[in-house]
């Protein structure tokens, strides 16, 4: 078993760059112009991003005096670097949560998070062509797909003679297959492109599947396992086939009645799973919440991760902010740092808890429900350094920081320690309007308040970020261990081998043993329905319930507020501004059925 390195994107697996031959410069600008030309042709593809494709970061960096690792980084790097505007709370978040039982977002107050009814038609499932989350989120992928794009054509010719650069080719193409991975579950198609003068061919069903696999089969061998979770490992990419393989039935045919889950298919899911469980340097977390702590980039429960270390200017909070109220702090040192009253969960997914522990409120029964961080001492001042926030779900009351209103400075004693207490609600017009959160949440004017819905607060507040919502210092977690015992147990199941599979769920849940009184207690038996709950407690708001509630035949159930039942709202339309960016070739974007 391979231990971790902290080896950051700029460094290659050698950090002494080759000798330089006579032929260097020639090769880097050719490498330079084939950038250019791979960009250029992809222009019309991608020509509803945000981003100009001839990147100044790219251009940048191949020019000068450079050393060949450092012509080799300056191409990858790029490829990972929009990773965590993918994962921004308004992009694949909303796609992913917002349309589901895990999540609903009403126009605050009746007027705050509005935006047109783009959250509104997610959670109800009348989502257009013209939804800005989903272009944002399309723009997002095909940006990173061009990115990868040009970095595969400045690698090729580099790989054939230096392993640095056949490590990062490698890195590069299976990012690709990620991407592309996403593009499957999210619209239905993925991009092929072999040459850099040739426009993408558009895949769907069986062939974009079998593209996929085979591009992440192809750059196993090298991969590299000794580096985190920040960078595609051999791990991560085999855990990247299970998910391809567990999900495969509903790729190839999204509008189908019934999943067609063959058993070749599960048992390479079984197979990728068990690799990673068995082969790497993997380990569950004894804290649940632990993997998503801010020093969480060294958790051995994480597989594959967005890095957000390198530089705190660009990261972001919002997985902490979002949901939480305008009116609660995470961070005394900052009083500008607080929520913006966003998305909570629904009734539906809080009630799957209520049901699962009946008389034993779940706070009590399991560690991934609520971990308690903030205790209050008895006479409610607390150092900077002890306070704490929360982590899980919360309900009713909620106890913080005390001020007189907005960005006001908070109350201290003469020591200098700050006051705690019941949070007052400054966005609610009522005098005596406190944080109190409510279970009950709908697009009602009532159920739309600024204190409606149950919210999450898995990741742990920045502890440097200056308004909430920058500087965020933990790594968004993409895939961890737990997911490939749940996984595994899935596939069993399709397999008829319930037994099985409820020795990996009963494993991961006997893990979580740094607060024994709330380790979850051992399954007596095992389901797809089951299974499905056990999902939402282990994953929740980890950007991945819509793709579950699909392929366990869910999304169509009626949700609080949600009735609609149509098949073709399982995939995305294509956003209007992309198939209009197209039309020079015309045919080339065919929106999906039902738009």
Partial sequence: MQQYENVPLEEGPNSTAQSKTNNFNMMKNQIKNTIKL??????????????????????????????????????????????????????????????????????????????????????????????????????????MLSRAASAIVALEPLAETDDVAKTYLAEVRGMRAYYNMLMLDLWGIAFQKDEPDELSTILRGNEAVEYIRTELEDVLSDLRTDVGPGRLTQGGAYALLARLYINAAVWRDPYATNFDFQDADMDKVIEYATKVINDYDYSLSPEFFACFNNDNHMNKELIMAIDQRPDLSSSHNRMCYWSMSGSFYGNPLYPDGDGTDGGAITQEFYESWVEAYGDVDPADADCRFFWKRLIVPEDSTIAAEDFNLNRGIYRGLQIGLQNAGHKQPFFVDDEGEYYLGPVKDVRRAAEDAYVDYLLEIDFTAEGSDYNRGYRVEKYEWSSVSTNGTNKGEHDLVIVRLANMYLLRAEAKLHKNDADGALVDVNFVRASRTSRPDVTPPALDELDLDLLFRERGFEFYWEHQRRTDMIRFGKYEDPLIEKTNSDVTKRLFPIPQTAIDGTSVAEGYLVQNEGY
């Fill in 38 to 143: 791979a960009a250029a042709s992809l222009a019309l593809l991608f020509s509803t991003s945000c981003t100009d494709l001839d990147e100044q970061v790219l251009d940048e960096s191949l020019t000068g005096s450079v050393s060949e690792d450092e012509l080799v980084t300056s191409a990858v790097a790029p490829v990972y670097s929009n990773l965590s505007t993918l994962f921004l709370h308004t992009h694949l978040f909303c796609l992913q949560e917002i349309t589901t039982d895990e999540g609903i977002l009403p126009a605050r107050g009746g007027k705050d998070w509005y935006d047109g009814g783009v959250f509104i038609q997610l959670h109800t499932h009348e989502y257009l062509p013209t939804n800005n989350k989903i272009k944002d989120t399309w723009n997002d992928l095909t940006q």
